[in-house]
């Protein structure tokens, strides 16, 4: 191919932009890596995505694209080979349906779980559970989502590392566990041994701290 | 081929009208079963036990649920009549712009007639701004699709003919010829387009089931300070 010039928008914090970090590399796409201030957007982010202002945001050869599962599909569209959707339309339908629900349902409660207590917390605590046991029904006993190899549903369940770093911060119990969902739990530990997926994660401790300090004041921390 | 196409759908439900017009532009067979969302049949729970809700397309036996979930299986199943761009990039920006019409434009035009008061003056300045967007998009396009309808058109069509109904209701403008004229073109484009104006649900049934959403809206704000989910 012609000279190529890939740009990726994130932040090192962002399981959104980590997800394109995933795709990108499991295709072997060279690209320039902008970290981006929240608190201080570049015009460079402001230009690329004026409707969000958000990130992450992909610029291939001077087109943007944003948000994060059109950015997947079209670095999956465009770099065909190591596909990231299945090929056949009712399993790539199947993946579609798991993603939107992760973001859609498990995420927002993922947010809630460490911003409530007592009765409340509880409740939110339960739906994660039934979310992610539906979860397992999908995985049943394959490898990864994906089958053999990562796939978009893997890439996409990514925020469950951050809910799962987010309750070590506050010290709660996990609500993914082992005895409780030891299929989930099983495809985290493979997720997290995944050559190229450990390379997008954030790191550990850095990770934890900046879990504390953004949670660490809510209602939910002990 | 001996091809089973059932579509899951209520008579008003504009998630499910994406689908009803997706397979009829394609001129793809099916069966559509009537649910009563207030009395949900057994099947539907057992074809969508997640979501408990419609459309849901089953082919072959296989459930479906979501509606731009089935509108890209419809596409690359049944390949005439393509509703996506071919191109990768442009494939992203009409992905990009379905999300928006229903994350941004959908839920700000439900607040704006759903809610009373300063919530709904927010929702009124968001959907204008949410608006100004799309009619930017457009850039003098006779559909999101280019001459002929696609993805976005079919996924923001509910607005074509929601949009007169709450403005009827609630007396006040949403989308206003003069701010957004080509949108407001687009509108009727769309509502007369052939196979599309065949299957708008009945005015008059319309006006009636929103009316009582949005008095069951404003009692219950009246009644409790603090509402709970």
């Given amino acids: 191919m012609a000279e190529e010039e890939v740009k990726l928008f994130g932040t090192w914090a962002s399981p959104f932009s980590r997800r394109i970090e995933v795709a990108l590399k499991l295709k072997g796409v060279q690209y320039e890596y902008i970290e981006e201030n929240l608190t201080n957007k570049s015009p460079a982010l402001l230009n690329y995505n004026p409707v969000h202002k958000q990130i992450p945001v992909l610029v291939h050869n001077g087109k943007p694209v944003a948000e994060s599962f059109v950015i997947m599909e079209y670095v999956d569209e465009t770099w065909k080979h190591n596909p990231i959707l299945p090929t056949d339309p009712y ?3 199947m993946a579609r349906f798991w993603a939107k629900y992760i973001d859609d349902k498990l995420w927002p409660a993922a947010k809630k779980v460490v911003m409530t207590k007592g009765e409340e917390q509880k409740g939110v605590i339960d739906e994660i559970q039934q979310q992610m046991k539906n979860l397992e029904g999908e995985l049943k006993e ?3 989502f994906g089958g053999e190899s990562l796939g978009f549903l893997d890439i996409a369940a990514n925020i469950i590392i951050w809910l799962v770093v987010a309750q070590e911060a506050l010290g709660m119990d996990p609500i993914l566990n082992e005895e409780k969902l030891p299929v989930l ?3 985290l530990q493979r997720l997290l041994d995944d050559a190229v997926f450990k390379e997008c994660v954030p790191p550990k401790q850095r990770h934890l701290d900046f879990s504390k300090v953004k949670f660490g004041s809510s209602i939910a921390s002990k | 081929m001996g091809e089973e196409v059932k ?3 209520s008579w008003s439900s504009p998630f499910a009208l994406r689908i009803v017009w997706a397979l009829e532009i394609k001129g793809i067979e099916y069966e559509a079963v009537f649910e009563d969302l207030s009395n949900k049949s057994p099947l539907l729970l057992q074809y969508n036990p997640v979501h408990k809700k419609v459309p849901i397309l089953v082919h072959n036996g296989r459930p479906i649920a979501e ?3 089935i509108l890209e299986y419809i596409d690359e199943t049944w390949k005439q009549v393509p509703l996506l761009p071919k191109d990768p990039y442009e494939r992203a920006m009409a992905r990009f712009w379905a999300k928006f019409c229903e994350d941004k434009v959908l839920t700000s035009i439900w607040s704006a007639f759903i809610k ?3 919530e709904q003056e927010e929702a009124l300045v968001a959907a204008a701004e949410n608006l100004k967007f799309l009619e930017k998009e457009m850039k003098g396009k006779k559909f999101f699709g280019g001459e002929r309808i696609g ?3 079919l996924v923001l069509g509910w607005l074509a003919n929601l949009v007169s109904i709450f403005e009827e209701i609630i007396g006040l403008k949403i989308v206003d010829e003069e701010k957004f004229p080509l949108l407001y073109s687009w509108m009727q484009d769309f509502a007369e387009a052939p196979i599309i104006r065949d299957n708008w649900p009945p005015r008059d ?10 008095d069951a809206a404003i009692a219950s704000s009246s009644s409790s300070s603090s509402s709970s989910k």
């Fill in chain 2, 67 to 69: 509606s731009f979930v």
């Fill in chain 2, 116 to 118: 009373q008061g300063k």
């Fill in chain 2, 7 to 9: 579509l899951f759908r």
């Fill in chain 2, 205 to 214: 049934k319309m006006i009636v089931k929103f009316q009582a959403l949005l």
């Fill in chain 1, 185 to 187: 739990h099983g495809w």
């Fill in chain 1, 91 to 93: 399993e790539k339908a």
């Fill in chain 2, 151 to 153: 993805y976005v058109d």
């Fill in chain 1, 142 to 144: 394959k490898k990864f």
